[in-house]
């Protein structure tokens, strides 16, 4: 069964400090692997995208790895300032017979104090 | 929110009642999707368009339709015959199939009592 697992499910740190969100897949065949951030009560936006051949993505503070062969992805955030409190969505992409389809992961709570 | 809006924020209505949530894209994107999201749980599937008079089912479509007759919009009705019709709805849209690069809508909370 094609699954999106994300954890922790929920996270607390001191603003400055640094995390990593985990995210395991079982989805295949494997297209591409998103990060998106959601503020609360708006649309997902993207951080990265990731195809099988990438290992390393960064966009700005946030920097996502991926490692296809374990089907394991990973989200570091550095420096956590207050407004990267959200929540962070993990999407794994694969083929179907219609074509393409997603997977969304349920998502890990960052919370971000002073 | 990348070029999709959403109407309204938030809808409020009466149990046995249809509403209609709006999306309207302006970046020539070719797919539209519908997505519903509940506390503690990913975004699932309602509906999606590849193209212009075309739509499909997507995981939970039950209860709800869509139309496309305008490459820029992709209502969403929410039917009497959903049986949980209250939940955070997202619009998105994509240059062609679900593999580029999905933008979405800032939502519409619904709320039916």
């Known amino acids: ?114 | 929110d990348g070029g999709i809006t959403q109407s309204p924020k938030y809808l409020f209505r009466k149990e046995g009642q249809n509403v209609t949530l709006s999306c309207e894209q302006n970046l020539n994107h070719d797919a539209m999707y519908w997505y519903r999201q509940d506390p503690g749980q990913g975004l699932r599937l309602i509906y999606y368009s590849q193209i212009v008079n075309d739509f499909q089912k997507g995981d939970i479509a039950e209860g709800y339709s869509v139309s496309r007759e305008k490459k820029e919009s992709f209502p969403l009705t929410v039917t009497s015959a959903q049986k949980n019709p209250t939940a955070f709805y997202l619009c998105a849209s994509s240059k062609s199939v679900p593999s580029y690069e999905q933008y979405f809508g800032p939502g519409t909370r619904l709320t039916v009592t």
């Open chain 1, 1 to 114: 069964k094609n699954q999106v697992e994300q954890s922790p499910q929920s996270l607390i740190i001191l603003e400055g400090k640094n995390c990593t969100l985990q995210c395991n897949y079982t989805v295949s065949p494997f297209s591409n692997l998103r990060w998106y951030k959601q503020d609360t009560g708006r649309g997902p936006v993207s951080l990265t995208i990731m195809t099988f051949s990438e290992n390393t993505k960064s966009n700005g503070r946030y920097t996502a790895t991926l490692d296809a062969d374990t089907k394991q992805s990973s989200l570091h955030i550095t420096a956590s300032q207050l407004s990267d409190s959200a929540s962070y969505i993990c999407v794994v992409s694969f083929r179907n017979q219609a074509g393409t389809a997603l997977i969304f992961g349920k998502g890990t709570t960052l919370s971000v104090s002073s």
